[in-house]
């Protein structure tokens, strides 16, 4: 898990718009460790030696923006984020450096994400060349997933709450498959339950 991110011109997009309907609350925001989710999801990033980070916001932004204080991340706001996960996935990829070659598409409410995952899913990419890297836990596949460049205009052609499942679907094909041990690529969080789960394995 050696290489030097930075140096392969691999950025990231954290989504972290959403209203967080179901949850009744801002998840984004909810503490784990004693620190805002969101903020551990964007420190991984940061962490992971990404060439850009981009950070989308949109329902609470003011108070996700207040909790990402100090961070080295670009931040922008999404103001049709009521659209759905799709039109996150627009606003992060229209403000990254046009050198950037390939991002990970990164959910807001995956707080047990670690820099390490992140970069093993860039080495694959170098190491493969394929436009879709995706980490799949035991069969199920989980998030980030990291989309090149080539497959950017598609990206954001998408409508309403997939984000980038459909191209995933469309590619199946041409998806480079990476097998994790690490849970935390299908843990995220719809609900009070999964947040007491979550708290509960890491508190």
Not at 32 to 57: D, K
Not at 82 to 108: C, M, N, Y
Not at 128 to 136: H, K, Q
């Amino acid at each position: 898990m050696g290489t030097e991110a930075k140096n392969a011109r691999v950025g990231a997009v954290v989504l972290a718009a959403g209203g967080s309907a179901r949850m009744g609350q801002p998840k984004q925001l909810l503490p784990v460790g004693g620190r805002p989710m969101v903020r551990l999801v964007t420190e991984a990033a940061v962490s992971a030696g990404l060439a850009q980070v981009v950070v989308v916001i949109g329902a609470h932004a003011d108070a996700v923006r207040t909790a990402l204080a100090g961070l080295p991340v670009e931040i922008v706001l999404n103001e049709a984020w009521e659209e759905g996960l799709s039109s996150s996935v627009r606003t992060g990829l229209r403000a990254l450096h046009p050198g950037i070659q390939a991002a990970l598409l990164v959910l807001g409410d995956q707080p047990a994400l670690t820099a390490d995952l992140l970069r093993f899913l860039v080495d694959r990419y170098l190491a493969t060349g394929a436009p879709i890297v995706a980490p799949f836990h035991h069969g199920q596949r989980g998030n980030p997933v990291l989309f090149d460049r080539a497959l950017f205009p598609e990206l954001s052609a998408v409508e309403g709450d997939r984000g980038g499942r459909a191209l995933i679907d469309r590619y199946r094909d041409r998806v480079e498959r990476v097998d994790v041990e690490d849970a935390a690529v299908i843990l995220d969080i719809d609900s009070p339950q999964d947040y007491e789960g979550i708290v509960g394995d890491t508190g």
